[in-house]
């Protein structure tokens, strides 16, 4: 089993099948008189084969022992909660990930009705081989300064390379992708805030927006990013979530994540807002779709709460679904924008290049497919009421819309990942000769399957937007 392909196992594959479980009502001395037997350090309460909560010897010493308790006490007084589970289908780095985001050793495994169906642990993992990718996220576990953030940062790409040549789904590894960025950015937070904002606000979020906020990112991606707080919050708390602002994003440019040209950055007064600030900013932006306001509200409306309190995104995007119920026409001007990037593709089917400039013999594949297919998805997603999670799984909702046909979704979603892979390995490229990586790629490097490959995927963007154009009367849209 090589390095790489390790990291793509599932869980299933590691975790331990045998797990002592024991029910709510159990006594102290029932437990933990079953562990001393079984010579366990910790056991799964379980109500009808569903994982409830954990105990372990620390819960003992620390809960029971330390506070004196009585030992005739049901177990579910003294039990950790809520339980940290993960799919025994997902795959091994989502563990690894879950387990550093959450400060813990071991996972309850379940299965799709909930259910228990294991435990896994990093030992279980770690054992299996040293010297992996495994260890990647474990180094950002224990970073202690932005410098060995930036060294991380930097040894990723070495990893994203391997990753593409050993043939791994184009799917897993921009997933991967995002958990790297996101498992940055939640370190960079936690060393910026334990050197000199220990007193920040809980009624905040901190998020991310655009291809970050829909985990589709490929490399070099800037920063779009935002805060959103709640309405009572004191002067006092808004300079300290300022100053916050301000050191995180000069931090993350620090280790290696670039700024956004446009802006759209939460140390930006524009983008560091109060709920009821942000929802006077949506409703302009949907009340008035100009071509600004329609791509802020394109950027904003991906927004993920990645540090902080997820309940106000929750009020974002039912905010958004309500306006939008109320302004129908807005719909059709974001698909109007959709059909301003025409797949690049000519009468005799041969792709539109560059002529001049930087990128001659190269054409822009965020524009030619990326792009329209997010958009175009977001669009009708949209109108059917979707607001959470990226383009594949609002390609999977919208098949139980029926707004497309299974094949024309299946057909987009097919061309999507495939033109992510084509940038990915274009920007892998760049980066293997020194160029500072981007979104053209040049039909040349492709072989003649792949050649084949994007004029299907090009003519799948071209159904997307005649099926935007027809649905929302774009002929009548000034």
């Given at each position: 089993m090589?390095?790489?392909?390790?990291?793509?196992?599932?869980?299933?594959?590691?975790?331990?099948?045998?797990?002592?479980?024991?029910?709510?009502?159990?006594s102290?001395t029932?437990?933990?008189?079953?562990?001393?037997e079984?010579?366990?350090?910790?056991?799964?309460?379980?109500e009808?084969?569903?994982?409830?909560?954990?105990?372990?010897?620390?819960?003992?010493?620390?809960?029971?022992?330390?506070?004196?308790?009585?030992?005739?006490?049901?177990?579910?007084?003294?039990?950790?909660?809520?339980?940290?589970?993960?799919?025994e289908?997902?795959?091994?780095?989502?563990?690894?990930?879950r387990?550093?985001?959450?400060?813990?050793?071991?996972?309850?495994?379940?299965?799709?009705?909930?259910?228990?169906?294991?435990?896994?642990?990093?030992?279980?993992?770690?054992?299996?081989?040293t010297?992996?990718p495994?260890?990647?996220?474990?180094?950002?576990?224990?970073?202690?300064?932005?410098?060995?953030?930036?060294?991380?940062?930097e040894?990723?790409?070495?990893?994203?390379?391997?990753?593409?040549?050993?043939?791994?789904?184009?799917?897993?590894?921009?997933?991967?992708?995002?958990?790297?960025?996101?498992?940055?950015?939640?370190?960079?937070?936690?060393?910026?805030?334990?050197?000199?904002?220990?007193?920040?606000?809980?009624?905040?979020?901190?998020?991310?927006?655009?291809?970050?906020?829909?985990?589709?990112?490929?490399?070099?991606?800037?920063?779009?990013?935002a805060?959103?707080?709640?309405?009572?919050?004191?002067?006092?708390?808004?300079?300290l979530?300022?100053?916050?602002?301000?050191?995180?994003?000069?931090?993350?440019?620090?280790?290696g994540?670039?700024?956004?040209?446009?802006?759209?950055?939460?140390?930006?007064?524009?983008?560091r807002?109060?709920?009821?600030?942000?929802?006077?900013?949506?409703?302009?932006?949907?009340?008035?779709?100009?071509?600004?306001?329609t791509?802020?509200?394109?950027?904003?409306?991906?927004?993920r709460?990645?540090?902080?309190?997820?309940?106000l995104?929750?009020?974002?995007?039912?905010?958004?679904?309500?306006?939008?119920?109320?302004?129908?026409?807005?719909?059709?001007?974001?698909?109007?924008?959709?059909?301003?990037?025409?797949?690049?593709?000519?009468?005799?089917?041969?792709?539109?290049?560059?002529?001049?400039?930087?990128?001659?013999?190269?054409?822009?594949?965020?524009?030619?497919g990326i792009?329209?297919?997010?958009e175009?998805?977001?669009?009708?997603?949209?109108?059917?009421?979707?607001?959470?999670?990226?383009?594949?799984?609002?390609?999977?909702?919208?098949?139980?819309?029926?707004?497309?046909?299974?094949?024309?979704?299946?057909?987009?979603?097919?061309?999507?990942?495939?033109?992510?892979?084509?940038?990915?390995?274009?920007?892998?490229?760049?980066?293997?000769?020194?160029?500072?990586?981007?979104?053209?790629?040049?039909?040349?490097?492709?072989?003649?399957?792949?050649?084949?490959?994007?004029?299907?995927?090009?003519?799948?963007?071209?159904?997307?937007?005649?099926?935007?154009?027809?649905?929302?009367?774009?002929?009548?849209i000034?």
């Open positions: 090589n390095e790489t392909s390790l990291f793509f196992v599932k869980v299933k594959d590691l975790s331990k099948k045998d797990v002592y479980t024991c029910s709510p009502s159990s102290l029932e437990v933990a008189q079953y562990m001393k079984k010579k366990v350090s910790g056991i799964v309460v379980c009808d084969l569903i994982p409830i909560g954990v105990v372990t010897d620390r819960d003992f010493r620390n809960k029971v022992i330390a506070e004196r308790r009585p030992t005739d006490i049901k177990i579910s007084e003294i039990m950790s909660l809520p339980v940290i589970t993960i799919r289908e997902d795959y091994v780095f989502e563990a690894i990930y387990m550093t985001k959450q400060n813990i050793h071991r996972l309850v495994v379940v299965n799709e009705m909930g259910q228990l169906a294991g435990i896994i642990t990093d030992t279980d993992i770690i054992k299996y081989q010297n992996t495994l260890y990647f996220i474990r180094e950002l576990e224990y970073a202690n300064n932005l410098d060995d953030l930036k060294k991380i940062n040894k990723s790409i070495k990893l994203l390379q391997y990753m593409v040549k050993s043939g791994i789904r184009t799917q897993d590894t921009i997933r991967f992708i995002s958990h790297i960025n996101d498992s940055l950015i939640l370190r960079a937070i936690t060393i910026i805030t334990r050197e000199n904002y220990i007193e920040l606000p809980d009624n905040f979020s901190f998020l991310v927006l655009g291809s970050e906020g829909r985990m589709e990112q490929t490399l070099k991606t800037d920063q779009d990013n805060i959103v707080y709640e309405d009572n919050i004191d002067e006092s708390s808004l300079k979530l300022e100053a916050f602002s301000q050191k995180l994003i000069d931090s993350l440019i620090y280790i994540i670039p700024e956004c040209p446009g802006g759209i950055m939460a140390k930006n007064l524009a983008w807002k109060s709920v009821s600030e942000w929802k006077a900013t949506l409703s302009q932006w949907i009340r008035l779709p100009e071509p600004e306001n791509l802020n509200y394109s950027m904003f409306s991906d927004l709460t990645l540090f902080g309190n997820p309940s995104e929750k009020a974002l995007k039912q905010t958004i679904l309500n306006l939008v119920q109320e302004n129908r026409l807005f719909l059709a001007h974001l698909a109007k924008n959709v059909l301003r990037f025409p797949p690049p593709i000519t009468f005799f089917g041969n792709i539109k290049v560059e002529n001049t400039g930087k990128y001659k013999g190269r054409f822009d594949i965020k524009k030619a792009f329209p297919i997010t175009g998805i977001k669009v009708l997603a949209l109108d059917a009421g979707i607001v959470e999670g990226g383009t594949k799984a609002k390609i999977n909702k919208l098949m139980e819309q029926r707004l497309l046909s299974d094949e024309d979704l299946l057909e987009i979603d097919t061309s999507f990942n495939f033109f992510l892979n084509l940038r990915l390995k274009s920007q892998l490229k760049d980066i293997s000769k020194g160029i500072e990586p981007s979104n053209y790629v040049s039909p040349d490097d492709l072989n003649h399957i792949e050649l084949e490959r994007l004029k299907i995927g090009l003519k799948a963007v071209k159904t997307l937007q005649a099926v935007l154009k027809d649905r929302y009367n774009l002929n009548q000034a």
